[in-house]
């Protein structure tokens, strides 16, 4: 069964500080990796999309991916209150999107 | 605003029943993905439509099926629902070809709620 883990806080960050967010997948053979941003009662949004080893920049998000130790990662720089939602990892597995339960970040004025 | 409707936005069934959740992709989307989302959990992959045929299924049983039409709508149908089927059924449509997640538009989801 393949997997994609996070956890499932809730992370609080205060207001202007950077939150940190991570996902373990299981499928080695993985290539894409995507963060959503989910608001409560609401449908998923694309933030970041990854496809190599490194880091990618875009605004105040970075995605870090990590194929060798299977681990994903977002940071959120100079936090706002609007960022406050649950943060879903998916992973494309043979063709589908293989998500994880989602980090619920709360971020403090 | 995804372009990307779905209907109706709340439904309630009883066990037994059969359902029939609706979604209108945006003009050019020939995918169509459907995924049901437990409450607390992440979206779980039920299939995928490219140019009306299914292109692949996750871990769902076949009382779960769907159709694809030429004008960029689809359906998903369950039969003989069951109290673990409630949950929020949503479908996402993007550009690619078979396969293609690169980036999902999401309809905003319907309520399924079964009693």
């Known amino acids: 069964q393949k997997e994609v883990e996070q956890n499932s806080g809730p992370l609080s960050v205060p207001e202007g500080a950077i939150a940190s967010l991570n996902c373990t997948y299981s499928d080695r053979g993985s290539q894409s990796f995507f963060w959503y941003r989910q608001y409560s009662g609401k449908s998923p949004e694309l933030i970041m999309s990854?496809?190599s080893n490194g880091d990618k920049e875009d605004g105040r998000f970075t995605a870090q991916l990590n194929k060798a130790s299977q681990y994903v990662s977002l940071l959120i720089r100079d936090s706002q209150p609007s960022d406050s939602a649950t943060y879903l990892c998916a992973v494309d597995s043979n063709y589908q999107l293989i998500w994880g339960a989602g980090t619920k970040l709360i971020i403090k004025p | 605003e995804t372009g990307v409707t779905q209907s109706p936005t709340h439904l309630i069934k009883t066990r037994g029943q059969q359902v029939t959740l609706r979604c209108s992709s945006q003009?050019?989307?020939?995918?169509v993905s459907w995924y049901q989302q437990a409450l607390g959990q992440g979206p779980q992959f039920i299939f995928q439509y490219y140019r009306e045929e299914e292109n692949g299924r996750g871990n769902f049983p076949p009382r779960f099926s769907g159709l694809q039409f030429p004008n960029y709508s689809s359906e998903l149908n369950v039969n003989a629902l069951e109290l673990d089927d409630s949950a929020l059924y949503l479908c996402?449509?993007?550009?690619?070809?078979?396969?293609?997640?690169?980036?999902?538009?999401f309809g905003s989801g319907t309520q399924l709620s079964v009693l």
């Open positions: 990854i496809y």
């Open positions: 003009s050019g989307h020939n995918t």
């Open positions: 996402a449509s993007s550009l690619g070809g078979p396969g293609a997640n690169e980036k999902l538009f």
